[in-house]
């Protein structure tokens, strides 16, 4: 099942501040009501009837002002002490622990390493179940802001500095999240997916990572992946998971394994990849990869080879 809601918790973190977010709801709720109520209230029953002339006049009441203070800041003061446990429960200290994963907000995708098991991979996160991981979040260019609404609270990737943020999940799931900054023209496509996997599936899945995708058997795919390297695809995108530079685009190492093509644009179907490869920029306008010109020819060989990177 996939969700993305504040209202369905599945972390510690995310779970105490969706309480929050219901309580705030409630009492602002009642406040609403209350003072719709009493205007509503006052305009039919105060309200001006024929034959009669002004009503008595009224200069200020202290009662009904001390009384009206008084229960606003109880309500406030109330509401700041629920915020300050919150934020302690939803942000657990972090000392100096290293982070199990780093995450690079790019315009518009989303760099994921994990450097433990020496693997990078893009725009899809995976996760054991029932562990809380320590996420490092960086920036290689603007600000953006990681948010996952059922696994954490969401901080902000800032350049040049790095924020630590644990999240967790509680059962296993695709929880779906975004970025919450706006970051440029394709913020709205800058998606992402968090899969939680029972832990041994976890680990299969990061085994796999590290290792690089068999090479292509038949003669097209053979075709593409040499037109990856001619058509300097291959100067942005790394197809090993654990390469030595940092490059423009995503890692492509496992491309064929993800479920969406350019951060959450398409879903990963071979006519698709075709499409993007043919026009990126009709795609997803602005985007940091250029229309390359390439022939139908090219495009199936390319399309063929990438679909071997499972
Ligand atoms: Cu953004």
Not at 206 to 234: H, I, K, N, Y
Not at 294 to 308: G, N
Request: contains cysteine; aromatic residues 8%.
């Amino acid at each position: 099942m996939e969700s993305g809601s504040v209202f369905d918790p599945v972390s510690p973190m995310a779970h105490t501040i969706s309480t929050v977010f219901i309580i705030v709801l409630i009492i602002a709720s009642a406040v609403f009501l209350l003072v719709a109520g009493l205007v509503t209230f006052v305009i039919i029953r105060y309200r001006a009837r024929p034959g009669q002339g002004d009503p008595k006049q009224w200069e200020g009441n202290l009662k009904i002002e001390l009384t009206w203070t008084g229960l606003t800041l109880l309500v406030l003061l109330g509401l700041f002490g629920l915020t300050v446990f919150t934020m302690d429960d939803a942000s657990p200290a972090t000392a100096s622990e290293q982070p199990d994963i780093v995450v690079v907000g790019h315009q518009w995708w989303w760099e994921v390493r994990y450097p433990a098991a020496n693997v990078v991979t893009a725009n899809e996160i995976h996760i054991p179940s029932g562990q809380r991981l320590l996420l490092q979040l960086e920036s290689a260019d603007v600000i953006h802001d990681f948010w996952v609404p059922q696994l954490s609270r969401k901080m902000d990737m800032i350049p040049g500095n790095s924020n630590k943020l644990w999240i967790a999940a509680n059962t296993p799931g695709l929880y779906l999240g975004a970025c919450a900054e706006f970051c440029g023209p394709q913020h709205a496509w800058m998606r992402l997916r968090v899969y939680a996997d029972p832990p041994e599936q976890f680990s299969a899945w990061l085994a796999d990572q590290a290792q690089l995708a068999p090479l292509p058997s038949d003669a097209l795919a053979q075709r593409g992946q040499q037109l990856f390297q001619e058509q300097t695809c291959v100067s942005c995108h790394a197809v090993t998971p654990n390469p030595t530079e940092n490059k423009v685009g995503p890692n492509l190492a496992h491309f064929a394994s993800r479920a969406t093509i350019a951060t959450g644009v398409l879903t990963n179907t071979p006519a698709n990849l075709a499409l993007w490869i043919n026009q990126p920029q009709d795609v997803k306008p602005g985007v940091r990869m250029p229309n390359m010109k390439l022939d139908v020819e090219q495009i199936q060989a390319l399309v063929a080879y990438l679909e071997t990177l499972q």
